[in-house]
């Protein structure tokens, strides 16, 4: 008995050990943007992802070089995560509203709703747009910005793609890792433990669709490589170029 509460002891600390280590970690995932002709899509409307009236869009950003963009429509600036016609998504634009370089979530429902937020450039920041009972919550580093009014999205048929210029928009600009989608409105709770664990995992909703960008690496060309859908749904996220 007395080596067999040695033995679980032992192995509760090493799990300890492990789980401290995975939360503390660096984030290693990235896949470096151009803001030239890099994309990724998955080929699927982005209405296999979230409804309508309900979902969340969630991505790492390291901003680098010049945004990109100067009409005062949120999705003309370059995308990060978005459908491929600019109905809904997360974007980063270079002029917004008289502003300068700002990241901002944006949905149409019939009339465009938009807010921006400041952040620092090369520096790592999680964004996340969650849209739920007729608002439109946007979140930055695991703390929520801005709330807007904003009804059901317009229309979701268009490609669910992540750094790419959507409707007469610009390419993303930036380090991207871990785009993920969940047909659930998450909590704010829920927004803080993938921006704040570096695991990106939660325990109470599971994703529509995660992707793990470890496979290419910070500057590295990814041409046709595929990151594979995490999630179990098999929804693979292609490199255009």
């Not at 799990?15 to 998955?42: E, K, R, W, Y």
């Not at 969940?182 to 921006?195: D, K, N, Q, W």
Request: net charge negative; aromatic share 10%.
């Amino acid at each position: 008995p007395g080596t067999w509460r040695c033995w679980l002891l032992s192995y509760r600390i090493l799990i300890s050990l492990l789980v401290f280590f995975l939360s503390t970690a660096p984030l290693h995932a990235d896949v470096l943007c151009d803001g030239v002709n890099d994309l990724m899509q998955t080929g699927l409307d982005i209405s296999n992802f979230l409804s309508n009236s309900t979902g969340t869009l969630a991505i790492w950003l390291k901003a680098t070089g010049t945004a990109t963009g100067n009409a005062n429509s949120c999705y003309r600036g370059g995308g990060l995560i978005s459908d491929a016609s600019g109905f809904i998504g997360l974007f980063r634009h270079l002029t917004y509203n008289g502003t300068l370089d700002r990241l901002c979530a944006y949905n149409y429902d019939g009339s465009e709703d938009h807010q921006p937020t400041t952040y620092t450039a090369n520096a790592w920041t999680h964004l996340a747009l969650v849209h739920t009972g007729g608002n439109i919550i946007f979140y930055k580093d695991g703390a929520s910005v801005t709330s807007f009014a904003s009804g059901n999205t317009a229309d979701l048929t268009g490609d669910l793609t992540v750094c790419a210029p959507a409707a007469g928009g610009a390419y993303g600009i930036g380090v991207v890792a871990p785009p993920m989608t969940f047909s659930t409105a998450l909590s704010a709770t829920e927004i803080a433990v993938i921006a704040n664990s570096h695991l990106h995992n939660i325990a109470s909703s599971a994703p529509s669709a995660s992707w793990d960008m470890q496979s290419c690496g910070d500057g590295v060309a990814c041409t046709d490589l595929a990151f594979t859908d995490r999630s179990g749904h098999g929804r693979t996220l292609t490199a255009g170029t």
